[in-house]
Every structure is written in structure tokens, then in C-alpha cells.
């Protein structure tokens, strides 16, 4: 893993993104999605199973110690499981609704961008249409027909953030369809869909790499408050709900084992990809320059 940061390091140098903040946040990204691929291949515990004492009782509030690293909640289970399992429910989030947002975004600007008239019209409207839905009513009418599974959540999450990303790409698309080697190309008796393909794609990557990363921590911050106010699966291990739990039982005020491990997780999975994306942000604005 190490090896791959520097690679990547030193092809992010050599295209004028900051060495320093994309090692960083490569690094602590590739450790969250090696911890979700790994976790439940080695924990195979039961993340709400009732932990008890030597005793026989139920181990209620347990400090963090040798057996439970990161304690036990109020209901008797181990924080550090539930903690490592919670990170599956996070990546999986953010990859798929980070993915589906770029996609999404980045085919309505093109088309939108290229096109113009009736077709950049319309695109447009539609596009102004998922600006004026409010979000949080939006995902409780789609968690009320659709269910709180995992893939009802990321359906909700990536139709309403792909606009931002499809307004920028469409800016972008509209100084590009300009440019001498796509007017020659088009001269040349190229078609939309070549053009689209191979010269429009390949300047706008960059805009989709980036809100795919923008996309993949606004979806997992999303997710996360969803869970902290309950409109989730509550079968899930996931760290909104594990913050929803000790808030709701008023643990927030003594248990600090309880709320720090998926806090914690939650603002540094965040704060790299954020990172990440401010890293990237140079590279796409030299490559627009050109």
C-alpha cells in the first residue's frame, strides 16, 4: 500500500497536484477500504450480540480493555466491532453513490454543453427541477416506497447530488466544443458521438474524477445524518446509527468510548476526501488552462 501512495505521489507532482495532502489522503482512504474488505472477512462475531461479564451479567458501559478495545455500549456490545463492520456500510456508499453521481452529471453536461438548443434546454430545466427539491422530504417519501435498505439509500443520494457536477461539466463543454481540433474533427465529418467520445470526454475527466470524490463525501456525510435521525435500516451497522444509539440513550454525556470511534472514523474518512478532492482541484484547473 505504501508503495502504491508513493506512485501515485509522484505522478501527482509531476501533474502539479500537492505531493504532500494526496499522499495523506490516498493513504488514510486506501486504510478505511482495506478495513471494509477486511473486517467482515476476519470478524465474524455478531456486531449486536450481548457481551457479558465474568460474572454472567450483561457488560453494560465497559471501559475499553484487553478483550473490547473500544468498550461496550449501553446495551452490552462491543464498540470496536460494530466500528470496523460500520466502515463496509460507509465505502460501499461512497463508491456507489460517488460513481452514479459522476456518471450522471457528467452525461447530461455533455449533452447539454454540446448539443445546445431544445436539447441544452431541457437538460437544463431538468437539471434546475432536482435544485428545487428539498432533500430531506425527498428521501422520506422514497424511503416510505422504496424501503431503507443500502441501494434505496444510494438511489436517493445520487439523484438528487448529480446537478452541481452537470452544471460545471456543461460550463466546461461549452468552451470546448469550440476548440480547433473539435471544429476540425466535426469538419472532418465526425460524428456527435465520436466527438463526445473522444475529444469532449477526455477534457471534462478530470471534473467527473473530481465530483465523483466530491460526490462520494457528500453521499457518505448523508448517510451518516440519515442514520443519526433513524431513516435507515436499524438492522445496519453503520456509525450514524451507532451516534444515533448513544445520543438517544443519553450516553453522549459520560460514555466517550462509545461516541469518539465512529465520530472519529466518520471525520477523518471525510476530512481525506475532501483532501483528495482539493488536491485534484489543481490539476483540473491547469488542465482547463490549456
Known sequence: MTALVHTWSAGARARGIAPISFSISCALILLFVAL?????????????????????????????????????????????IQTLLGARRTIVIGVVCGVGISILGTLVGMLSGYFGGVVETLLVRFTDFFYAIPFLPFVLVAVHFLGTDLWAVCMSITVIFWR????????????????????????????????????????????????AVFGAA?????????????????????????????FASGAIRFAWWWVIPPGASLSILLGALFLLARSLEGFVDRRLAE
Not at 465474568?54 to 471501559?63: E, F, N, Q, S, T
Not at 469550440?178 to 472532418?188: F, G, N, W
Not at 445524518?225 to 456509525?239: A, E, H
Open 164 to 211: 452541481t457536477g452537470a452544471r460545471v461539466t456543461r460550463s466546461v463543454v461549452l468552451s470546448l466544443r469550440e476548440r480547433q481540433y473539435v471544429r476540425a474533427a466535426r469538419a472532418a465529418g465526425a460524428g456527435p458521438l465520436w466527438i463526445l467520445t473522444f475529444h469532449i470526454l477526455p477534457g471534462v475527466a478530470g471534473i467527473a474524477l473530481l465530483y
Open 218 to 246: 457528500w453521499a457518505i456525510l448523508t448517510e451518516a445524518t440519515l442514520s443519526f435521525i433513524g431513516l435507515v435500516d436499524p438492522n445496519s451497522v453503520s456509525w450514524g446509527l451507532m451516534l444515533n444509539q448513544v
Open 36 to 80: 471494509a474488505i477486511l473486517a467482515p472477512l476476519l470478524i465474524s462475531a455478531d456486531p449486536f450480540a450481548n457481551q457479558l461479564g465474568a460474572d454472567g451479567k450483561l457488560l453494560r458501559y465497559a471501559l475499553p480493555s484487553l478483550g473490547h478495545p473500544f468498550g461496550t455500549n449501553g446495551y452490552g456490545q462491543d464498540v470496536f
